[in-house]
């Protein structure tokens, strides 16, 4: 028996409960992994709190993200034994997922950890410090240099725009931090942002064509937010779209594109193949020192989960949650 959050909707309503499961009940997948650390990220607050479509099958254990060791295998490219990370591939959505002590998943998924990094901060990272690579390095394929000019990175505050905003700073760029929580300046400072800007004036509709303010950006929000900035991106810039806590709608125009020559990158962390999974966790070991995650991690146990998710819908919580299982 080991110990998992899990969620389950029926005709007496929702519940989310911290509660002993068998490995038995564990569904087919590819490998064993015995959790050490998993993360708390936005869509797993969504599937804790009920507030939004994320689980599709019931019921469910959340969690996106894993870091541990392999038990057993049925995969010729994964050992017992060996280290590894997991996210995205459906688990907490249509598989069961990583806020357990156990969990069986599915190879697609995983990559060989880093050396450099520990099981704790992998997951100080998580699919909010690979996303947030990916993010960079779509930058860098679309010729955006250190030097050429302030690159915004919206929801600052957040798991990819914090770790974002570091890495950029840490490869030489000029950062501008877009945030509603003005209270957070201090921190974001730390990471390495410049500029800190209010996202009230990004909140609504805007022009199709605004002043040219940025040479890139990095995008979480999606909506009204994601459409200013397109509006504000200069000529030949690009916009690295990886998220949609605004919202999903786009209320944009082809004005950007077609006016500024902008390109609009659409980031997929979820369903990545391998290759460009481990190309993007290696970047983070060779680009990432992990003590300068400590300011951004705030580390919890797994029956701390469902109240911390709380924290994350009520916008109430800066950086990352760490969630050691095992306590």
């Known amino acids: 028996m080991f110990e998992a959050i899990l969620l389950d909707k029926s005709e007496s309503g929702f519940s ?11 569904p087919s997948g590819d490998v064993t992994v015995a959790v050490e650390y998993s993360t708390l990220n936005y869509k797993d607050a969504l599937a804790i709190t009920n507030r939004g ?3 599709r099958a019931w019921p469910m254990v959340p969690g996106v993200d894993a870091a541990g060791t392999i038990t057993a295998s049925d995969h010729p490219d994964f050992q017992p034994g060996d280290a590894v990370i997991f996210n995205g591939w459906g688990v907490g959505e249509t598989r069961w997922g990583a806020l357990a002590q156990v969990a069986r ?4 998924g995983l990559v060989h950890k880093p050396a450099a990094f520990s099981a704790r901060e992998a997951m100080a990272l998580g699919t909010a410090g690979y996303t947030a690579m990916l993010c960079v390095q779509a930058l860098e394929r679309h010729g955006i240099e ?3 000019g302030v690159v915004l990175v919206t929801g600052a505050t957040g798991g990819v725009g914090s770790v974002a905003i570091l890495l950029l700073a840490k490869l030489g760029y ?3 931090a877009l945030t509603g929580k003005l209270t957070s300046v201090e921190y974001l400072q730390q990471l390495g942002a410049t500029h800190i800007i209010d996202r009230g004036e990004f909140a ?9 303010r940025w040479t890139a950006a990095i995008d979480t929000a999606g909506s009204h937010t994601l459409a200013n900035v397109c509006a504000q991106v200069r000529y030949g810039g690009v916009v690295a779209a990886c998220g949609l806590a605004q919202g999903m709608d ?6 950007p594109f077609i006016l500024r020559g902008v390109t609009l990158a659409g980031i997929d962390s979820v369903f990545a193949p391998l290759a460009i999974r481990q190309s ?6 060779q680009d990432l020192d992990p003590a300068l995650l400590a300011p951004m991690i705030a580390e919890i146990g797994l029956n701390e989960v469902i109240g911390a998710a709380g924290e994350i819908i009520a916008g109430r919580h800066v950086g990352r949650y760490v969630v050691d299982v095992n306590r």
């Open 146 to 148: 250190p030097g050429n």
């Open 250 to 255: 786009f209320p944009s125009t082809v004005a």
């Open 16 to 26: 989310a409960t911290v509660k002993p499961i068998s490995e038995a009940q564990l």
């Open 53 to 55: 479509p994320v689980v």
């Open 174 to 176: 000029e950062v501008a």
């Open 105 to 108: 998943l599915p190879a697609g």
């Open 204 to 212: 609504a509709a805007g022009k199709p064509l605004q002043k040219e």
């Open 280 to 285: 993007a966790w290696d970047r983070l070991a």
